[in-house]
């Protein structure tokens, strides 16, 4: 049972437009959420996170936007360089002593020049 | 800063053998964390430290797998005998504290199982 669901394995975006990203979770237990982005033969590197208490949270070119009702959130970067391209995991986290982090299968960005 | 240091970064091995992979967390990271990053997929959690104590490990094969921290430092993550559905990166990880904050992960070790 994938409780953090990202259902677009790729995404292609011309440089200088917006890049959106959307990510769907069943557990009403998260009450934290990450995005990360990888390059390939390197791991994970955090990139932005939002709380369940908020709905919006910016930082530079990247906005991470969470819809508690929909279960949903999503990633803007704006403008999109060609150096977005890469893997965007989305992630979550669950209230409690262990916090254990629940990952998305990821989706490949692409930003053409 | 130092990141989280992993070896080996690549490794083959043939099923039935055993593999053990190192990792040192960011100093001063309490929490240190095991994943496995099957091709394709999201990193799947294996077990989770504080200090050298386990905190988490209901996802970790236990019949096979197995992890220590024994100086709540660096930690090893041993496969005893491997199959070849364990071939995958293996991540390990680190953060402040284990709370609400993000986790450093490390660059993976890519185990081959033949």
């Known amino acids: 049972d994938q409780q953090v669901k990202q259902n677009s394995p790729s995404l292609s975006v011309q440089e200088g437009r917006i890049s959106i990203l959307n990510c769907d979770y069943t557990?009403?237990?998260?009450?934290?959420f990450l995005w990360y982005k990888k390059y390939p033969a390197e791991g994970p590197t955090f990139l932005i996170s939002?709380?369940?208490?908020?709905d919006k949270n910016e930082d530079g070119r990247f906005t991470v936007f969470l819809n508690k009702s929909a279960k949903h959130l999503s990633l803007h970067i704006v403008p999109s360089q060609p150096g977005d391209s890469a893997v965007y995991f989305c992630a979550a986290q669950t209230s409690g002593s262990a916090r254990q982090l629940t990952f998305g299968s990821g989706t490949q960005l692409t930003v053409l020049p | 800063e130092a990141g989280v240091a992993q070896s080996p970064r690549y490794k083959i091995i043939e099923k039935r053998q055993s593999v053990a992979f190192w990792c040192n967390p960011i100093?001063?990271?309490?929490?240190l964390y095991w994943y496995q990053q099957i091709l394709g997929q999201g990193p799947k959690l294996l077990i989770q430290?504080?200090?050298?104590?386990?905190?988490?490990d209901s996802q970790l094969p236990k019949d096979r797998f197995s992890a220590e921290r024994l100086k709540g430092v660096d930690s090893t993550l041993k496969i005893q005998p491997a199959k070849l559905e364990d071939s995958a990166v293996y991540l390990c990880a680190s953060s402040l504290w284990g709370g609400k904050e993000e986790q450093y992960f490390g660059p993976g070790t890519r185990l081959t199982v033949t």
């Open positions: 557990n009403s237990m998260f009450d934290y």
């Open positions: 430290f504080q200090n050298n104590g386990v905190v988490d």
């Open positions: 939002i709380s369940s208490i908020k």
């Open positions: 100093s001063g990271h309490a929490t």
